[in-house]
């Protein structure tokens, strides 16, 4: 059920028989050059749509703007500052809330997100202290660790990976871009300034190869997460 | 050009020709009894992707979160607190200056937003001096106005307007709903706090009558506000 | 009823009758070569006693600084910021409504001051949900507007109005100034940064004629103001 | 010269001769059974009305908000939070500082906001490193000490004391108010929380008696605080 | 070299051979009801101390409040919340990044301190894009958790661990804590509000079993902490 | 008994015969050529641990770090922002207020936190209307300015003074330090920018000769201390 789709008087029923709520949250930023700029909020969405459906779950509209600050040194990159970002996950739950839900799940898309998800839920906690939030990486299980090792062994990397990028191929096939990747990448992982970051990963990519991506892996990536994000969801509902 | 489906190397190559860019923004909030919860962003977003097709500009994915808080006394709501909201706009305006981009088009789906941008657009202006903001509310223009009174005459009201809810029949005709309404609706437009507001408007509606919308209605009022967002989008380009 | 020449067992008393206060809110900003820099607190102020006589309401001291971040690049000009004047209202507020009071007319002096005067009446409802505020431009009504184009036709402009510069001339005779004014003048009204608003308003004005402005006018708008805003504050009164 | 009587040429003048200001600030607070909500703030504008003349300074209009939390227990107490105040004062001395001023005296007439204004003056200095702030209590130095234990002994306490009362008549005299005054007074001047105030403090007095004001005695004191403010503000802008 | 214990001139010749500065961090919460409320940062503090004399580093005097608002149901926790940490954090590395020092090396003993030091870190980057951050949590290493498991197995638990707490009791041995600990113990590890965490973990501990901690054990702990540190604080000053 | 050396059932059990709790706090800034840069939190931490053994109350951990943003120009300084300080203390107070703690004695050690404390208090109140707090200087009696008087007449100076090094000798007598210090001193005690102080003040002292500093006097000067703040906590806790 996607909220956005949907009338109050549908959501007060819902309300009726759950007080869970799905929020995809992914981030606007570069992902190497082939990689769509969308990629972490396209994943989460349809992950989230998809584990919706299959658990009669509502969906919000996407959080398509992540903490992104350390690519900002890449044309089109949309960064909410942390503070920024937890003013609106603080302000999401309070509004829902207010109405009576009491689970949030959030569908997560965006490594940079998970340290500003952590403290936006601990303020939430002070104010309203019967509401528990959970954080859902999608690409973070050890089935899904042990299927991407598999199909890119360490050429995953740790942005713009093949996985990512497969899945979006499978979700977009006709957005799929093609451009020249350098062989050599930097392995390292170290971030700090935006400027920093550029001269250290100058086309984007953190130690992947995103050229291995096909559409058939992004469809078992897709599906595996979708299994293990019910799994997941179903265990923060079964929660004492 | 969507942003999100794009790879920054392909804004870097728009930020040649252009360095405008349209951010469609509205709210997710109650619309009454048959209106849809996302029905602001839904148009902005719709409205926003057709001037960009029309005039090649590139467009960012929608803030889908706007500036609510009267509607938060309806299931489903989700605002923004204006000072949240200004550092959103602010952020992503900084976000995109820092590449290049120089005028940012607010396409604008929900009035609430308005004086929530134009406080944005002060704090902008302090930071960077050479940006330009515009604010295009698509239902705001003197066509549209007089189309809008021939369709409804004075049963557009103020809130979930026939006007809105027939843009999102015409974009989503499966997700079309019934519901009963009074034939009696408040004709008031005050605004006071949520708790004032839900007793004042019980049902959500503002003084209008929803059920008056058709799909082809829907069409009509889409395809002038296309043709009026253009105009002012090239205006806002040709601007001295 | 002034506040500061009262005692505040005198405001306990006015409170057995009455919830209700009037806050005359302007700005202190560049006017033109000949226009006060107080010219929008001025006329707030003047209006608001006047009201407040004749209503017999309480009238606090004058909010003399108001957002005119757009002026700052002329000396003299004070502004604050729109997230400290949105503070400023909700402190203002909240003080008094500690007391009792429950209704607040904002009789404002100043354009730039209307965005931010509208969110911060949003935070608070948020805080205070039985308090209604009540924005009153001495400017705008259409009585008003009729009178001014009968005065001044297209020459009334934007800033630095004759109508408002009128208004000083009747109430301060002795601070009448007189400087020269280049006939062209920028007819638009667009407004971006400081620095570009001193380049298309070299002078300060925004499409006026001060110089018709006479005494005689000055007497004739500020009555009809007064008229004018005693039946909205009595209009707020009534309110249910 | 009086800058809400300026227009912004003739302060573009002024700082060719001077980068120095005068700013009026006090408080809107009650002051007992008979001292005006506005005493604060009538003293301080009167007095750096007065100094200004003498010294040929710019003079602003006056803040007549300042930190009063401790007395909004009474009715038409207005107060700033420390925060809104120092926000204020930045916002205040930012706007001036852009034309060119460097020197900013605070003519002050509330205890309660010495410690505010001290913050502030750090807050700005690390923004504007080339700007000077002086604050200048109108009660405070050794002439006036004197004047005052001659006049009151030790029936001048802390708060609604008969100096400032009587300033006010003098310079008010058709708001001279009388009501009864409990002979007994709290002699203490502890402050805590507003409610802790009002039982301390039950009538607004702190250990003054305010019946021994005159208007002649409100006279002398104006007259010699001015003479000691001049000598404030000259030694201000004589500093290296 | 202790921060505290030099003048200026120690720091400034300290500058000239290197230009960083290790920052103990942890924070004031309870610790079950054997361990003491200081843990975290006696802990945190004695290692930067050890590892500083050993690399010949300047160490700065401990930040003993940390982010532990989830242990606030218990007696004597005192906690910043993770806005307030984060602005001590940018406050501590603005001081000293003026002074030129580039390389900041969080030595820190509370896991509830990571996601606010990340975020904290971000906003730096912003405002000082030369300088690094280095988060050095003491308990994190391979070594260390293979020693951990060695001595308590899965008796260690999530917080009031046994590991942390015979670090404390080997630096102060008369500081020594008995008192009666249940045998079960919950083994969880979610948090949600501090009223639910005090539910989950009624005496305070997560998990662990303390009563298995021994001075022995905490001098190994502690030894193997330091070798282990030293040697992220050599590859953090060697990084490229 | 010390906050950090306690566990949570020692703090519980201190409740049950006291609500009060001392509060050491100071800065970590410079103090001329011969004073130690933690000067001013290692006075105030001592002589808090005597106040408490004294009279058997809780003192927390000390605040090492305070508001010296005019010290910044020399290196080694830490500041925090007066907002930020205000905030630390705030959460302070909230923190220990939740578990029944109502009376807050601020020890304190630095002159540049007193206004900060000051408004942080007022903040405070607003919240937590049952609280008092109590600023405590260890310096600022008459007994002690006497003795200090005595002991280095007008060589005492406003900063870096030898009746603190003194304080810091007898306590740290492996940390005396020696440089050679000008005869010549600034007498001022203006303080603007961080810029201007250090031109005003190029050493670091203000008006001070450290040099006449002794263990003897520095012991003399401690034992003094604690016996009159022993007397103004007795008078805090007396209080009505």
């Given at each position: 059920?996607?909220l956005h789709?949907?009338?109050?008087?549908?959501?007060?029923?819902?309300?009726?028989?759950?007080?869970?709520v799905i929020i995809?949250?992914?981030?606007?930023?570069q992902?190497g050059p082939t990689?769509?700029?969308?990629t972490?909020?396209?994943?989460?969405?349809?992950?989230?749509?998809?584990v919706?459906e299959?658990?009669?779950a509502?969906?919000?509209?996407t959080?398509?703007?992540?903490?992104?600050?350390?690519?900002?040194?890449?044309?089109?990159?949309?960064?909410?500052k942390?503070?920024?970002?937890?003013?609106?996950?603080?302000d999401v739950v309070?509004?829902?809330a207010k109405?009576?839900f009491?689970?949030?799940f959030f569908?997560?898309?965006?490594?940079?997100?998970?340290?500003?998800?952590k403290t936006a839920?601990?303020?939430i906690?002070?104010?309203?202290p019967?509401v528990?939030?959970r954080?859902?990486?999608?690409?973070?299980s050890n089935?899904?660790?042990k299927?991407?090792?598999?199909?890119?062994?360490?050429?995953?990397g740790?942005?713009?990976?093949?996985s990512?990028?497969a899945v979006?191929m499978?979700?977009?096939p006709?957005?799929?871009k093609?451009?020249?990747?350098?062989?050599?990448v930097n392995k390292?992982?170290r971030i700090?300034s935006?400027?920093e970051?550029r001269k250290r990963?100058?086309?984007?990519r953190?130690?992947s190869?995103p050229?291995?991506a096909?559409?058939e892996?992004?469809?078992?990536?897709?599906?595996?997460?979708?299994?293990?994000?019910?799994e997941?969801?179903n265990d923060?509902?079964?929660?004492?």
């Amino acid at each position: 059920m996607l909220l956005h789709l949907s009338t109050w008087q549908e959501v007060e029923a819902y309300l009726q028989r759950s007080q869970a709520v799905i929020i995809p949250i992914g981030s606007t930023e570069q992902h190497g050059p082939t990689g769509l700029i969308g990629t972490d909020f396209i994943c989460a969405e349809a992950i989230a749509r998809a584990v919706g459906e299959t658990t009669d779950a509502l969906v919000t509209s996407t959080l398509t703007l992540g903490m992104a600050e350390h690519h900002t040194g890449f044309a089109g990159t949309i960064s909410l500052k942390p503070s920024t970002l937890t003013l609106v996950i603080h302000d999401v739950v309070r509004s829902l809330a207010k109405h009576g839900f009491n689970r949030f799940f959030f569908l997560n898309g965006h490594g940079g997100n998970i340290a500003v998800l952590k403290t936006a839920f601990t303020e939430i906690y002070n104010e309203l202290p019967d509401v528990r939030c959970r954080l859902g990486n999608w690409w973070a299980s050890n089935e899904m660790y042990k299927l991407v090792r598999e199909l890119y062994g360490n050429q995953e990397g740790y942005h713009a990976t093949p996985s990512e990028v497969a899945v979006t191929m499978y979700l977009y096939p006709d957005s799929i871009k093609s451009a020249p990747l350098s062989e050599s990448v930097n392995k390292d992982s170290r971030i700090y300034s935006p400027e920093e970051f550029r001269k250290r990963y100058p086309d984007g990519r953190m130690g992947s190869n995103p050229s291995l991506a096909t559409i058939e892996n992004g469809k078992q990536i897709f599906e595996l997460s979708i299994k293990e994000l019910v799994e997941q969801y179903n265990d923060f509902l079964a929660e004492v």
